[in-house]
Structures are given as C-alpha cells and as structure tokens.
C-alpha cells in the first residue's frame, strides 16, 4: 500500500492570523482548533 504524504502547506500570512486566535483568550475552542490544524501544516522554522 502506497503512502500518502500531506504536501499541504499554510501561507505564511494564514499562519499568521492563526497565531493570533490562539493567543486571544476570546477566541472560541472551535476557532482554536481550526488555528491549531492549520499551523501543523506550517513548515518548521529553520534555525
């Protein structure tokens, strides 16, 4: 069986505004979650 590799990749910008909801302590568990998903599929950083 074949493996599938996830190439999806969050834009820098959509990173961004995903790294804010987290931060706002407003912000609700869905919009959370959506920002959590969409970060793990943001590249690492490079030291």
């Known amino acids: 069986m ?3 590799t996830n ?3 969050t834009s820098k910008r ?3 505004a995903a790294s804010k909801v987290l931060r706002n302590p407003r ?3 869905a ?3 959506a920002a959590a998903s ?5 590249p690492n ?3």
């Open 31 to 33: 919009a959370k979650t």
């Open 27 to 29: 912000s609700s568990k």
């Open 38 to 42: 969409a970060l793990t599929q943001r």
């Open 45 to 47: 950083r490079k030291k």
């Open 14 to 16: 959509a990173a961004s």
């Open 7 to 9: 190439r999806e990749v």
């Open 2 to 4: 074949a493996r599938r």
